[in-house]
């Protein structure tokens, strides 16, 4: 029988130097799109998917991550002296249970692997899912709960994929695919960022993974991969052939926002699906679209 996912890990220890100055003081998983930061938009994902459990691999400079799901007492009393309940409602929403809150400290930045190996006593011998704040995605169903709908079914690794093109398979972990049905593929092989002329697939993993916990003594072995780093991808293709391993093309629409163009695709096109902001962004575009 499957065991169902209770917990999941936010690597949140990089530095975010493709957005400095900016994050030079401010963690990248605080810049926001619309109104909310990235790792809220995360955080949320993760909650309405049913994760009870939010485990947070932190660095240093990372206190306001911390700070915003804590609980801010000066603010909410202001609040609620200003009778703004819906704001102080919307406020203490962002606090998980109590004890359903972790962090640990990845120490040195060596890798998504090793910050998913950091994680490893908290985590325990379960499956678990993984999300990267910088992937943003829109959908009407949440894409960590399409994944866990396949791995209730299926049981094993789901990772969510998307076709990039040929010419980017060196920015991603590519999938050799042992069968494809157009949503879901079986994997026989992974590879972290091969050129193009040597990619198996153009089928590439995106910031959301179910894992079984047999993930960590890969990852104990700290063999360094593609950059120097120990690499998530090179620990999840060890495991390939132990247990079902699939990835899901998900249903909804990525933005990576650890780029500074699909951090502003993003801020554009979740502001057009609020109804107070839609109208007023659909006129400003609309006057640069004719200057």
Same mark, same amino acid.
Request: proline letters at 5%; hydrophobic letters at 45%.
């Given at each position: 029988?499957?065991?169902?996912?209770?917990?999941?890990?936010?690597?949140?220890?990089?530095?975010?130097?493709?957005?400095?100055?900016?994050?030079?003081?401010?963690?990248?998983?605080?810049?926001?799109?619309?109104?909310?930061?990235?790792?809220?938009?995360?955080?949320?994902?993760?909650?309405?998917?049913?994760?009870?459990?939010?485990?947070?691999?932190?660095?240093?400079?990372?206190?306001?991550?911390?700070?915003?799901?804590?609980?801010?007492?000066?603010?909410?009393?202001?609040?609620?002296?200003?009778?703004?309940?819906?704001?102080?409602?919307?406020?203490?929403?962002?606090?998980?249970?109590?004890?359903?809150?972790?962090?640990?400290?990845?120490?040195?930045?060596?890798?998504?692997?090793?910050?998913?190996?950091?994680? =490893?006593?908290?985590?325990?011998?379960?499956?678990?899912?993984?999300?990267?704040?910088?992937?943003?995605?829109?959908?009407?169903?949440?894409?960590?709960?399409?994944?866990?709908?396949?791995?209730?079914?299926?049981?094993?690794?789901?990772?969510?994929?998307?076709?990039?093109?040929?010419?980017?398979?060196? =920015?991603?972990?590519?999938?050799?695919?042992?069968?494809?049905?157009? =949503?879901?593929?079986?994997?026989?092989?992974?590879?972290?960022?091969?050129?193009?002329?040597?990619?198996?697939?153009?089928?590439?993993?995106?910031? =959301?993974?179910?894992?079984?916990?047999?993930?960590?003594?890969?990852?104990?072995?700290?063999?360094?991969?593609?950059?120097?780093?120990?690499?998530?991808?090179?620990?999840?293709?060890?495991?390939?052939?132990?247990?079902?391993?699939?990835?899901?093309?998900?249903?909804?629409?990525?933005?990576?926002?650890?780029?500074?163009?699909?951090?502003?695709?993003?801020?554009?096109?979740?502001?057009?699906?609020?109804?107070?902001?839609?109208?007023?962004?659909?006129?400003?575009?609309?006057?640069?679209?004719?200057?």
């Amino acid at each position: 029988m499957t065991k169902r996912v209770r917990k999941a890990v936010f690597p949140v220890g990089g530095l975010g130097t493709r957005f400095l100055p900016a994050t030079k003081a401010m963690p990248k998983e605080m810049l926001p799109v619309v109104d909310k930061p990235l790792i809220q938009y995360a955080v949320e994902e993760a909650a309405a998917a049913g994760i009870e459990d939010f485990i947070f691999v932190t660095g240093r400079a990372k206190q306001a991550i911390e700070d915003h799901f804590d609980i801010s007492v000066e603010l909410e009393q202001t609040l609620a002296a200003r009778g703004a309940g819906d704001r102080l409602a919307e406020i203490k929403a962002l606090r998980p249970g109590a004890g359903r809150i972790a962090y640990t400290r990845q120490g040195e930045p060596l890798g998504l692997g090793h910050a998913v190996w950091c994680a =490893r006593e908290l985590v325990g011998d379960e499956p678990f899912a993984v999300l990267l704040a910088d992937d943003l995605v829109l959908a009407r169903k949440p894409c960590l709960r399409q994944l866990l709908d396949v791995h209730e079914e299926t049981g094993g690794n789901v990772v969510a994929v998307m076709d990039v093109p040929r010419a980017h398979t060196s =920015r991603y972990g590519i999938l050799d695919i042992a069968s494809d049905d157009g =949503r879901l593929a079986s994997v026989r092989g992974l590879v972290e960022k091969p050129k193009p002329e040597v990619a198996p697939s153009t089928l590439s993993i995106i910031g =959301r993974y179910i894992l079984l916990p047999e993930v960590f003594d890969h990852l104990g072995r700290a063999q360094a991969g593609a950059g120097g780093e120990i690499q998530l991808t090179d620990a999840m293709a060890r495991m390939i052939g132990g247990a079902p391993f699939h990835g899901l093309r998900f249903e909804g629409r990525r933005f990576d926002c650890g780029d500074k163009l699909g951090f502003f695709e993003a801020n554009v096109a979740f502001a057009l699906e609020r109804g107070d902001l839609a109208e007023g962004v659909q006129r400003i575009l609309a006057q640069y679209s004719q200057s």
